[in-house]
């Protein structure tokens, strides 16, 4: 599991995005930590499906354009959560998609037309 103390200055900056984009009752029973673990697991789904990369020196994950799955990865994540006993709800995971998304495009990494 991740720990929030030791992420790096854009991890920090999209976690506390999340935070104060997503309403507090939908986070409601979460830690940052769980937070971050969502990020995680839907890098690695993204890193499974070919449209990322992480280069082992340094942890740095790069991605490639292509068409993302939300719905496949929504689901990827949660089964990956059940697996690892993170309480997170199908809800959850869609709002930190959302908002990661949103943060995305706000700051230049996708463009509204991604998402079409």
């Not at 971050?36 to 490639?64: F, P, S």
């Not at 943060?103 to 990494?109: A, K």
Request: hydrophobic share 35%; no cysteine; glycine share 6%.
């Amino acid at each position: 599991m991740l720990e929030s103390s030791i992420v790096d200055d854009q991890e920090r900056e999209l976690l506390d995005y999340i935070i104060r984009t997503v309403p507090a009752e939908d986070l409601y029973g979460l830690t940052e930590d769980d937070i971050l673990y969502v990020l995680d697991v839907m890098d690695d789904y993204l890193i499974m499906k070919g449209l990322a990369t992480e280069n082992e020196a340094d942890g740095d994950i790069e991605y490639t354009e292509g068409y993302v799955d939300e719905t496949e990865q929504l689901q990827y994540v949660l089964e990956q959560a059940k697996a690892d006993k993170v309480p997170v709800t199908s809800v959850q995971v869609q709002l930190i998609q959302d908002a990661e998304y949103q943060y995305g495009v706000e700051n230049g990494f996708y463009s509204e037309e991604d998402e079409a």
